[in-house]
């Protein structure tokens, strides 16, 4: 019903003009395979025609890698509102580039190139303070200005709030402002480790900076999914002195304590708050909420969010502003898209916390990230559980999404090409 209303909504508002379109030229006598969204739960494997360049700053990318971010199970689930059947999904993506535009003047035909999520131009404002997901010119939504007051960055293979652009769960995609959008990856860096250079290695990174996490922090991060789990290797990289990983799915707090050698906690077994108050009772320096919208944990935000009286739960915000400590700091990186009841903006204020959150603007971080990875202080990889083709992603999703068979992260591959 929410995703009705929205694409109802949507197309009585209309879009506005871009500065280039966001809606790539296609050739139908080339097809090409891809990921779309069908619907709730429906994740199809088909074919659709290939983009071809479309302004004089793009490049077309041949993919080699993509897989599915935490995010995509909103869309699959079908709580993201604003979608549209036959969206081609995916804003991980990795590949050689192709086809290179007349303007282009850093990236070159035959180049290995990760691709960040949000689509900067790289020259309003906001991309000129290096707040790239805030780009004011790639996003024609006229209903997310309507809903949040602005238009943030367009974003690959998401909701129609966010441009609806076709996104990198396929052969081929087209790359608008390259110079801005891509970044060269040297040859002894495998795609395992760049791929995920694309979002959750400076999305992570972005959750320690927003939440301020230093040397001998103590630190709670909930959620243990790739960002999660991310996110604690950044804050051991940051020097924090205790990390506490927050979830219920067995193979991802095993991943935390084998892998990272993090402390971890079974909301399904334990109290947190009261395990987290036992353990510090001052409180957390640093809560860090990267699960997102969906998770309701008590009856009242279950109903609510039945009856649709509110699209977001606040209950693990409440959680942890209620284990950080009076001048804490809370770091947002879970998505949240509409409004909730109940959220304790009194507990905020009279504990004077501080409260930050948003999608990270990755090419800012992208030089540090990258050298981090090329010194070996970084090997994201540890992170991967599946390694598959592109045709598996239908099941992929389901999988992900229902915490099964021990998937966190998924790394795809188009399958062996059968088009010219």
Request: net charge negative.
């Amino acid at each position: 019903m929410q995703n009705l209303i929205s694409n109802i909504t949507d197309q009585i508002l209309g879009q506005r003009p871009t500065v280039v379109p966001m809606q790539p030229n296609v050739d139908e006598s080339r097809p090409m395979h891809s990921l779309v969204w069908m619907g709730s739960t429906d994740v199809q494997y088909v074919e659709k025609p290939r983009p071809v360049l479309t302004d004089s700053n793009d490049v077309i990318l041949q993919i080699t890698a993509s897989s599915i971010c935490g995010s995509d199970l909103h869309m699959y689930s079908g709580t993201l509102p604003n979608m549209k059947q036959g969206d081609i999904l995916g804003h991980e993506f990795m590949g050689i580039v192709t086809e290179v535009g007349t303007s282009v003047q850093n990236i070159r035909q035959g180049q290995r190139v990760v691709v960040a999520f949000g689509i900067a131009c790289g020259v309003c404002h906001f991309c000129q303070r290096k707040e790239f997901t805030a780009c004011k010119t790639t996003n024609p939504s006229n209903l997310e200005k309507a809903q949040y007051g602005h238009r943030t960055a367009a974003i690959y293979g998401y909701s129609h709030l966010t441009g609806g652009v076709p996104g990198g769960q396929a052969e081929y995609v087209r790359v608008p402002f390259a110079d801005v959008n891509c970044l060269p990856i040297p040859d002894d860096i495998p795609d395992e480790k760049a791929l995920l250079l694309s979002d959750v290695v400076p999305t992570a990174f972005h959750g320690t900076e927003l939440g301020g996490v230093s040397a001998g922090s103590i630190v709670g991060i909930w959620g243990l999914g790739p960002i999660g789990l991310m996110t604690a290797r950044w804050c051991q990289i940051r020097g924090a002195s205790r990390i506490i990983g927050i979830d219920c799915v067995p193979e991802r707090l095993q991943l935390a304590r084998d892998a990272l050698g993090i402390e971890t906690l079974n909301f399904k077994e334990v109290n947190v708050l009261q395990e987290l108050a036992d353990m510090f009772p001052d409180g957390l320096d640093v809560g860090i909420e990267c699960a997102g919208f969906d998770y309701a944990t008590t009856w009242k935000h279950k109903i609510e969010m039945a009856l649709n009286l509110e699209t977001d739960t606040s209950d693990i915000l409440t959680e942890i502003f209620t284990a950080v400590r009076p001048f804490g700091r809370v770091s947002i990186l879970g998505v949240y898209v509409g409004t909730t009841n109940h959220f304790p903006i009194g507990m905020m204020m009279e504990k004077g916390l501080t409260v930050s959150a948003g999608q990270c603007p990755a090419q800012k971080y992208w030089k540090m990230a990258l050298e981090k990875v090329k010194k070996g202080e970084l090997d994201p990889s540890f992170i991967i559980t599946h390694k598959k083709l592109l045709s598996d992603g239908p099941d992929l999703y389901k999988r992900f999404n229902g915490k099964e068979d021990g998937v966190i992260k998924v790394f795809m591959q188009p399958n062996p090409q059968v088009h010219a």
